[in-house]
């Protein structure tokens, strides 16, 4: 799916975050956002499930206004991740259950075991205390949680800032497959410039509010203006 912003600002407190953002997350694509702290990358994401509405500008679902989408397909069609991988009290089966639970479905023993086995953790796990697995697995199992809603796009924000370097290329690798089998559109926060330089198909790159540059990750390996370039050199240092 496209996601597409455009003239997309965001004021709160009389402080805009958001400056007149205009893009296209392409489909079945990975891109990656990147910005010093503060310059508003969370809260793009945010807008980009409905969690916050814009100011002003319009974000489109495959050309679709958002305000014309129902806000529970909107939410199942775009999934999100973030950082701490939060988990409700109850088993690894209780938070799996949970998308549809909130649609008043309910989910299979047998189609919980096959969507663990998707992000690579045994069936074994889905009685343990959600609470009690490692960071590595509470990121697997959060992700797995998209993956029952089928999210054609996914948002993840800083998913391994969190966990050592094994697991953090083990979520890169997942991530990496759900993108290229399953054509998931993957719209990705990380601070760590390397992986946004391997992974990403395109790189958006955003200071103060204000989407600076997009383009492929050559943006960031070989930077043609000087705001770029101070802040991948910064970021690398
Ligand atoms: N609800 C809010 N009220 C007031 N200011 C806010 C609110 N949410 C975010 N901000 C401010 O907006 C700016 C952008 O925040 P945001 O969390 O989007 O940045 P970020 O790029 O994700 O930063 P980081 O890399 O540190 O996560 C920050 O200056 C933040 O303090
Ligand atoms: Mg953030």
Not at 32 to 60: D, E, I, M, Q, R
Not at 72 to 101: C, F
Not at 220 to 226: A, D, G, V
């Given at each position: 799916?496209v996601?597409?912003?455009?003239?997309?600002s965001?004021?709160?407190d009389?402080?805009?975050i958001?400056?007149?953002i205009t893009?296209r997350?392409h489909?079945?694509k990975?891109?990656t956002?990147v910005?010093p702290?503060?310059a508003?990358?969370?809260?793009?994401?945010?807008?980009c499930?409905n969690l916050l509405?814009?100011t002003?500008?319009?974000?489109?679902?495959d050309?679709q206004?958002f305000?014309e989408?129902?806000?529970?397909?909107?939410?199942?069609?775009?999934?999100m991740?973030?950082?701490?991988a939060?988990?409700?009290n109850?088993?690894v089966y209780?938070?799996?259950q949970l998308?549809?639970?909130?649609?008043?479905?309910?989910?299979s023993i047998?189609?919980?075991?096959k969507?663990?086995?998707a992000?690579?953790?045994s069936s074994?796990l889905?009685q343990?205390v959600?609470?009690?697995?490692?960071?590595?697995?509470?990121?697997?199992?959060?992700i797995?949680r998209?993956l029952v809603n089928?999210?054609h796009?996914?948002?993840l924000?800083?998913?391994?800032?969190a966990l050592d370097r094994?697991?953090?290329?083990?979520?890169?690798?997942?991530i990496?497959?759900?993108?290229?089998?399953h054509?998931?559109?993957i719209?990705?926060i990380?601070?760590?410039?390397?992986?946004?330089?391997?992974?990403s198909?395109n790189?958006w790159?955003m200071?103060d509010?204000e989407l600076?540059?997009?383009g492929?990750?050559?943006?960031l390996?070989?930077?043609?203006?000087?705001v770029i370039?101070?802040?991948?050199e910064g970021?690398l240092?």
């Amino acid at each position: 799916m496209v996601l597409e912003l455009q003239n997309v600002s965001f004021t709160i407190d009389h402080t805009t975050i958001l400056k007149n953002i205009t893009g296209r997350f392409h489909k079945g694509k990975i891109t990656t956002l990147v910005g010093p702290s503060g310059a508003g990358k969370t809260t793009l994401l945010k807008l980009c499930n409905n969690l916050l509405t814009p100011t002003s500008g319009t974000l489109y679902l495959d050309g679709q206004p958002f305000s014309e989408i129902e806000p529970t397909v909107l939410r199942r069609e775009v999934g999100m991740a973030l950082q701490a991988a939060p988990m409700i009290n109850g088993s690894v089966y209780d938070n799996l259950q949970l998308p549809r639970k909130l649609a008043n479905q309910s989910l299979s023993i047998t189609e919980a075991e096959k969507f663990l086995h998707a992000v690579g953790l045994s069936s074994s796990l889905l009685q343990q205390v959600a609470n009690d697995l490692s960071g590595g697995q509470r990121q697997r199992v959060s992700i797995a949680r998209t993956l029952v809603n089928h999210s054609h796009v996914l948002l993840l924000d800083e998913i391994t800032s969190a966990l050592d370097r094994t697991a953090v290329s083990e979520i890169e690798q997942l991530i990496t497959t759900l993108n290229q089998q399953h054509g998931v559109t993957i719209i990705w926060i990380t601070h760590n410039l390397q992986q946004a330089i391997a992974l990403s198909d395109n790189v958006w790159v955003m200071v103060d509010g204000e989407l600076i540059a997009t383009g492929e990750p050559t943006i960031l390996t070989h930077p043609t203006n000087e705001v770029i370039r101070q802040f991948v050199e910064g970021a690398l240092r």
